[in-house]
């Protein structure tokens, strides 16, 4: 490890991950879309835009009967990300791949894949300040790779009736819906974040299906905070090293 680099434990200490000092680093929301989506035994699945590989690592660790593939167009998180499968002693189950999400013909066979979770980049171009660090900036904004795009490939990659499962911004729901639906991805559960119970929706998190009938669960919000910088029950229960519930990962 480097001084541009720090380490960080997760789920109790049975995740370790390395991550950029200045660069992208993960945040709550991959945590908290980890913690919605739900995979059954022997699924092969793939982190669209896996950064330094927090979701793929959580969700292997959570389900120990799946394979995931993370595929990242930025070099430096990929390398990141190859040195986490490592260091958590999942190489057997995780694979990263660099390239880009507009061209996954070109990196993946169609129909390969069960699930495909992704966390987007969700800030418009001519939306907020730019980050000056480019790996922060794609990471953020719709420079290469937008949640259509991230759609577009999913329907290439899912098998049928495969799954999607995303997190993105509750202003943008409307938008959300109508690109699902474009894609022939049939939204069917949601579930609203707030930071608190004080405050407006942050975040969407929702699950799509292929091919799928219109029918759709609305659950019960996530709430961040249950007070100034104390986290709700339920988030607390994401940052430990919980096993996917039987009825969550069978069948």
């Known amino acids: 490890m480097t001084d541009e680099e720090t380490m960080d434990e997760i789920l109790d200490g049975s995740l370790k991950i390395r991550q950029s000092a200045r660069g992208y680093r993960f945040t709550l929301d991959s945590l908290m879309l980890a913690g919605f989506a739900s995979v059954k035994p022997r699924s092969v699945n793939l982190d669209l835009g896996c950064g330094n590989g927090i979701l793929a690592l959580v969700m292997a660790r959570r389900y120990p009967l799946t394979r995931w593939v993370g595929l990242e167009i930025q070099e430096g998180p990929a390398k990141l990300a190859r040195g986490n499968v490592e260091q958590n002693g ?47 900036a794609i990471a953020r904004h719709e420079l290469q790779g937008s949640l259509a795009d991230f759609l577009a490939a999913s329907r290439i990659l899912l098998k049928p009736k495969g799954r999607v499962f995303t997190i993105y911004p509750a202003t943008r729901l409307a938008e959300l819906v109508s690109l699902f639906r474009k894609t022939d991805i049939e939204p069917k559960r949601m579930k609203l974040v707030f930071s608190d119970a004080s405050s407006d929706a942050e975040f969407v998190m929702a699950e ?38 039987p009825e969550a990962c069978g069948g």
Do not use: C, H, W
């Open 90 to 136: 999942l190489e057997r189950r995780v694979t990263i791949v660099s390239g880009d999400a507009r061209d996954v013909k070109r990196i993946f066979s169609p129909r390969s894949f069960d699930n495909v979770l992704f966390n987007p980049p969700y800030r418009k171009i001519s939306s907020g300040r730019m980050n000056p660090l480019s790996e922060k």
């Open 208 to 245: 799509g299906r292929s091919g799928s009938r219109e029918e759709l669960k609305m659950e019960p919000p996530l709430y961040i905070y249950e007070a100034q910088n104390i986290y709700t029950r339920e988030m607390k229960k994401l940052f430990s090293d919980l096993a996917a519930p």
